[in-house]
């Protein structure tokens, strides 16, 4: 299994551009998550999926912040504008089954720098 | 609102010595208590978990105590080696699909 695949792994980009984060979780899995890690913060929720629906989001920061899943392997978090304090790595990940194992698997992050 | 309190922030050790990190939780519906580990540049990844049904559990030499009155759980590592040097997290969840994670402690052992 390739496990969780996320891209780009590194990012750089200045200040007011878009930017689209972009994760394709294992198959079968059947919840999706998006987290962001910072010194300061550590790792924060930011919004998960289950069977490619929205379940909560409430960890997204503001209205510049979204999430979509079109399909079951693939989902994209875009940041627009973005801002430097929006500097960090952003993680996907997955599981399998309707009722959380605990078990998440995660990709190896996007790196994002916001200039 | 921090749902889970992890110390110490960074720890040091030998070789051969037992890292032990410590989180406590606030939320008694929460019924999974998962650790992971992260190396640089990687993604988390689940190490050992235990569910508050036993108060401890061992995979290798790896080990979780958890005390469900006091509501705190531990991480223990045997015979601690340089390639354990990694970020740890302890995390919970319950009731619910969300996996809520402590602040992380940076472990570095040394020869």
């Known amino acids: 299994d390739a496990g969780v695949i996320q891209s780009p792994r590194h990012e750089v980009t200045e200040m007011g551009q878009e930017v689209t984060l972009r994760c394709k979780p294992i198959?079968?899995?059947?919840?999706l998550f998006w987290y962001r890690q910072t010194m300061m913060r550590g790792l924060e929720l930011l919004i998960y999926?289950?069977?490619?629906?929205?379940?909560?989001d409430s960890g997204m920061p503001e209205d510049r912040f979204s999430a979509k899943m079109p399909n079951a392997s693939f989902s994209t978090l875009k940041i627009q504008p973005s801002e430097p304090r929006d500097s960090a790595v952003y993680f996907c990940?997955?599981?399998?089954?309707?009722?959380?194992?605990?078990?998440?698997?995660f990709g190896e992050g996007s790196r994002l720098t916001v200039l | 609102q921090q749902q889970v309190k992890q110390s110490p922030q960074s720890l040091i050790v030998q070789k051969g010595g037992i890292p032990i990190i410590n989180c406590a939780y606030e939320n008694t519906a929460f019924d999974y208590f998962p650790w992971y580990q992260q190396f640089p540049g990687k993604g988390p990844a689940l190490l050992i978990a235990i569910r508050p049904d036993v108060s401890e559990k061992k995979e290798g030499r790896f080990t979780i105590s958890f005390n469900k009155s006091a509501k705190q759980f531990s991480l223990h590592i045997m015979d601690s080696q340089p390639g354990d040097s990694a970020t740890y997290f302890c995390a919970t969840t319950g009731g619910g699909n969300k996996l809520t994670f402590g602040t992380g402690t940076q472990l570095k052992v040394e020869l």
């Open positions: 198959s079968g899995h059947n919840s």
């Open positions: 999926f289950n069977n490619n629906v929205p379940i909560d």
């Open positions: 990940a997955s599981s399998s089954g309707g009722r959380i194992s605990g078990e998440l698997f």
